[in-house]
Structure formats: structure tokens, C-alpha cells
């Protein structure tokens, strides 16, 4: 009787892998797993980084501001306005100004909006003149030629006269005001000036033999201005002839008021197309070096700048000006590459709101005015390249090829490692599974040939 010996046959392999092979798959699958975590950590943390950056760029949540919006007591000014035959109208009532500028005196630039403030044109002063009751109190800008001023009695304060101006709109329409103060030189006849003020009550006075009849407003400042300024389409050089760059040596000329609201017109009404910008030169170390030395070579010329950190951007509300904007955004923006003088840039862009996302990297298009003082942190003062800026956008850098790549192929070696186990394993588990049945079987032929030995 042969019986089935171990230690001479040997133990069947119960699969396909050794015990090294097995070793050395767990530990390819290891490393793949390890390198995985690591791709998938770092597109994490590069996908943390952008949620941040994003919600650095939003503009932050601004507090709500409570504007304390003045009272104007309608019913006194009805009370003293005495305008309602026309012989009334040919007296200017003493009562009717010191309410009138009584009213007036809560009147500021912040609560404009808040009282429903409007631009005085010749179809409103028609109307108010058809219904002066209708319109009492309403709150009014009047930009206007001076045609004539004169001082009025301060029973309040004798050594501060105040001022009535007799002028007309731009429009033609004729008006009057009386104002506490003016704001910069006192007005001439033919200078342009502005005022926000209250209408008080109809006015009539004879000039050059005839009866003008008008609305009179209130208010408590009156400011130079100057005309509305047609949109400028086209630059001309004569305009910018007399622009000079701030210098130590020529002194410090400021902004040219005429120049400047030229090239801001011009930026703001720049149609797509009109300027080639792919030939406009970069604004890199050796054209920001050059600019500063001879900005004259450069006045008013389109530059680009592919990528700018944007050092500091806000809306700015605007002085009066002939564009009639209110608000621009203004701001610094530098690069690492400028080494010289100038490693910063001041600039204006002829924009309401700030665009998103433009608060860390930015691509910029802009036209270049002039050198300009300013006053830096530590006191002092510098001079630096001043543009105004045409767009901004938001610089995002291009996505990593590299890690994009190893990414697709460490996913790839994942999956066909697990297809390439996942076969191995059935087909070691069938090799497993024929194994065990031919033991099964040598078990039952040496059961069958020791049973008749055990009889016998």
C-alpha cells in the first residue's frame, strides 16, 4: 500500500504568488497608494489656496452706513414763500431767505441721493414755474453760467455776506440762487459754477428792460465747475502739448485739468477694436525705466502689463469736472521686475464699481498721463508713472501640465493594477480551486485502496 507522503510529493500550492512575489505587489501597491494620496493632497491644497485667493478677491462685505437724512420742513418754506401773484414775485422776502437757508444748512453731498436730489434742467425749472407748491423744498444741482452776483445782508453773522447769483443753465434756461459761501475764487460774470440747493419760491427781476421770471434756490456752498464736455473720441497731441511731468528740478505741476478729463473721456468712450492692443508695448523694467526718464516720448500712449500685483484699489468720489462722473477707481499696482525709480504705478480707471477678482494679480490696459507727485507713508516725496487704465482683469495662472499628467497616469496605474489583481486573484483562486479537488480526489483513491487492505 503506497500512501501519500508529504515531505516526498510536497504540499500543492494553494495559488499563483510566492511568498516574495506577494511581498513585492503589496509593496508596489503601497507606493501607488502612497503617491496617490500625495497627487490627490496636493490638488487639494492647490484647490484650498484658489477657494482663499477667491475669497480674498471679493470685495469685502461692506457695513451698512446710516445716513442721518435731514427734515426739510416743506410747510415753513410754503409759508414764507409768498410767490403765488406775480407782484409778489418781484420782492425777495428777508423771511423767505433766512427759512430758505435755514433748510438749507442740512443739506451736504451725502444725503444728495437720500432727499431725491436732481439735476436742474429747462423741462424741470418749466415745470416747477407751471406748479411752484408741487415742487417746494425739492432738492435741486444747478450748474450754470454766472451772469451776475451780488452780496445780500447776513443778519446773522454782518462781517459774512452771502451771495445771489442771477445765471442760466446750459441749456438756456435762466434761474436764481442764494448761496452762504463760495468754494475757491469768488465767480465772475461768465465763469461756470454749481450748487445743490432747496427751491424756495419763484423769482422776477428786470434785466435789460425786460421781466425774467425764474425758479430761486437756497443752498449753502457754490463751487467752480465748468461746462459739459463732449465724449472725446480722438486724441490730439496739441491737447497734451502743455502737460509736464512732476520733476525735482521743474517742480511739482500736479494734474492739468483740461488735458486729464481729455484722456479720461477718451478711455471711457474707447470703443473695442479702435486701439491694436497685441501692438501695444509691455509695460516691463526697461519701458517703465524709460517712461520715467523722458515721459514726454510716452504721453498718452497705450501700454499693457500681462500680469501686475495690485497693491491697493478703492472708488474714489470725483472733485467736479465736465464728464459729470462721480466716482472712479483709483489705485497702485507694481511688478517684481522694476528695478529702477519707479517700481510702482498710480492710476485711475473711468469705472463706477470695482471689477471682481481683481485685487492680487491683474492683467492691465492702460494709457500713460504724465509722472506724478505723491506723498509716500513715510513722508517726504516721490514721483511715480501715472495711467489711466482702460480694463483690468483678473491674472489666473495656467493650470500645472505636470501635475495634471502625473495625476492621469497615477490614476491609470491604479486602474489597471486593480484590473491586472483582480485577474490575477481569480485566476490564482481557480488554480486554488483545482488544487483542492485534486487533493479531494488523491484522498478518495487512498481511502478506496485502503479499504480492502482493512478487510483482508
Same mark, same amino acid.
Given at each position: ?15 499563483l ?41 471679493? $470685495? %469685502? ?5 446710516? !445716513?442721518?437724512?435731514?427734515?426739510? *420742513?416743506? =410747510?415753513? +418754506?410754503?409759508?414764507v414763500? #409768498? ?6 414775485r ?9 427759512v ?56 446773522? $453773522? %454782518? ?5 445771489? !447769483?442771477?445765471?442760466?443753465?446750459? *441749456?438756456? =434756461?435762466? +434761474?436764481?440762487?442764494?448761496? #452762504? ?105 526697461v ?27 478703492w ?17 497702485w ?7 529702477g525709480?519707479?517700481?510702482?504705478v498710480?492710476f ?14 491683474v492683467?492691465v ?32 495662472p495656467?493650470?500645472s ?10 490614476a ?45
Amino acid at each position: 500500500m503506497q500512501l501519500y507522503d508529504p515531505k516526498k510529493v510536497g504540499v500543492p500550492s494553494s495559488g499563483l504568488f510566492n511568498a516574495g512575489e506577494k511581498r513585492r505587489m503589496l509593496f508596489m501597491v503601497i507606493g501607488l497608494i502612497v503617491m496617490a494620496i500625495t497627487v490627490v493632497t496636493m490638488q487639494m491644497q492647490s484647490r484650498k489656496r484658489q477657494d482663499a485667493r477667491s475669497a480674498e478677491l471679493v $470685495a %469685502p462685505v461692506q457695513l451698512p452706513t446710516e !445716513v442721518a437724512v435731514p427734515k426739510i *420742513d416743506v =410747510a415753513k +418754506l410754503e409759508a414764507v414763500a #409768498a410767490d403765488e401773484r406775480p407782484e409778489q414775485r418781484v420782492v425777495l422776502p428777508g423771511e423767505a431767505l433766512e427759512v430758505g437757508f435755514a433748510q438749507a444748512a442740512q443739506v451736504y453731498d451725502s444725503v444728495y441721493k437720500d432727499l431725491g436730489g436732481r439735476e436742474l434742467t429747462a423741462p424741470i425749472a418749466a415745470e416747477i414755474l407751471a406748479d411752484p407748491k408741487a415742487h417746494r423744498g425739492k432738492l435741486l444741482r444747478v450748474r450754470c453760467t454766472v451772469e451776475e452776483m451780488k452780496q445780500l445782508p447776513n443778519p446773522l $453773522a %454782518p462781517d459774512l455776506p452771502r451771495f445771489f !447769483v442771477r445765471g442760466h443753465l446750459e *441749456d438756456g =434756461a435762466p +434761474l436764481y440762487f442764494a448761496v #452762504a459761501e463760495f468754494i475757491g475764487l469768488a465767480p465772475a460774470p461768465g465763469d461756470f459754477v454749481r450748487m445743490d440747493g432747496l427751491f424756495v419760491r419763484v423769482h422776477s427781476e428786470e434785466v435789460e428792460g425786460a421781466w425774467r421770471e425764474a425758479p430761486l434756490f437756497i443752498g449753502r456752498s457754490m463751487y467752480e465747475s465748468s461746462p459739459r464736455r463732449e465724449p472725446v473720441t480722438l486724441l490730439d497731441p496739441a491737447r497734451f502739448a502743455f502737460v509736464r511731468d512732476d520733476s525735482v528740478e521743474h517742480g511739482l505741476e500736479g494734474l492739468d485739468d483740461d488735458a486729464y478729463w481729455d484722456l479720461v473721456s477718451y478711455v471711457k468712450n474707447l470703443q473695442p477694436g479702435q486701439v491694436d492692443w497685441e501692438a501695444a508695448p509691455i509695460l516691463d523694467n526697461v519701458t517703465i525705466s524709460d517712461i520715467f526718464r523722458d515721459g514726454s516720448a510716452w504721453r498718452c500712449k497705450p501700454v499693457r502689463v500681462p500680469v501686475a500685483r495690485m497693491l491697493h484699489v478703492w472708488t474714489q468720489a470725483q472733485p467736479e469736472n465736465p464728464l459729470r462722473i462721480e466716482t472712479m477707481i483709483e489705485g497702485w499696482f507694481g511688478r517684481g521686475d522694476w528695478l529702477g525709480q519707479a517700481k510702482v504705478v498710480r492710476f485711475v480707471a473711468p469705472m463706477d464699481t470695482i471689477p471682481p477678482n481683481v485685487r492680487k494679480d491683474v492683467i492691465v490696459r492702460a494709457f500713460f498721463y504724465k509722472n506724478l507727485a505723491y506723498t509716500p507713508k513715510n513722508g517726504g516725496a516721490a514721483i511715480a508713472p501715472f495711467f489711466v487704465v482702460e480694463s483690468l482683469q483678473e491674472f489666473v495662472p495656467p493650470d500645472s501640465a505636470g501635475l495634471r499628467h502625473l495625476t492621469y497616469i497615477v490614476a491609470g496605474s491604479l486602474g489597471g493594477l486593480g484590473l491586472l489583481i483582480f485577474f490575477m486573484l481569480r485566476r490564482d483562486r481557480a488554480r486554488s480551486d483545482e488544487l483542492e479537488a485534486e487533493l479531494l480526489r488523491r484522498r478518495r483513491e487512498r481511502r478506496q485502496k485502503l479499504t480492502p487492505a482493512a478487510k483482508s
